[in-house]
């Protein structure tokens, strides 16, 4: 690979104070993923239809449980 940085341009003072992974933990706090396994992924293809079905989840979990006759 050749370098195509400018020779006005120096690495160690460009690099010099920085920290790895700065703004990972942040970055991380506002993104949940989530690996769908292949055969969900296929039942629920879209963002949209994976939040309606948990919402659905939810909703249903708040119902109270019928007693049975």
Do not use: I, S, W
């Not at 769908?36 to 939810?58: G, H, I, Q, S």
């Amino acid at each position: 690979m050749e370098d195509d940085l400018r020779p006005e341009y120096d690495l160690t003072d460009l690099l010099k104070g920085g920290v790895r992974g700065k703004y990972a933990e942040r970055y991380r706090a506002g993104v949940n993923l989530v690996r769908l396994e292949a055969d969900v992924a296929r039942a629920f293809p879209t963002e949209e239809a994976v939040n309606e079905a948990l919402r659905l989840v939810m909703k249903m979990a708040e119902l109270p449980a019928k007693e049975p006759q």
